[in-house]
């Protein structure tokens, strides 16, 4: 799940990149309507947000429900060594993906950031940040 959303998040790692050359600069802004170019960005970066967040939730609920699963499991067979493993892996990935949504809060945040950043440089140049 790791490397999928290492990928999924290819668009916020090149948030920058991305506002650069779609942004038409001076020569081209006649060409090019920023604010269109800026909802397209916007609902690309809502669309990919909204799909990892909902991969890692429902990660969550499908590791969960295998933790308790095997918790119940163990309260029946104490001595199960095998079935202690299991649980405890199960309990690490879980544990994993619920740091990656605090992950996802981190990123998202700062993408947007950047977003809300060049739009206020676009549409007001005067305004000093």
Known sequence: IQELLRVMRTIDDRIVHELNTTIPTASFVGKV????????LYQ??????????????NCI????????TLKEERE??????????????EQTKLKLMQSELNVEEVVNDRSWKVLSHLIVMMFCPNRVL
């Open 61 to 68: 609920s499908q590791t969960s429900a295998v933790v308790k």
């Open 76 to 89: 029946k067979a104490h001595e199960d060594a095998a079935l202690l493993k299991q649980l405890r892996k």
């Open 44 to 57: 690309s970066l809502m669309d990919a947000h909204t799909n990892r967040e909902r991969i890692i939730k």
């Open 33 to 40: 309507d920023p604010g269109q170019t800026c909802k397209e």
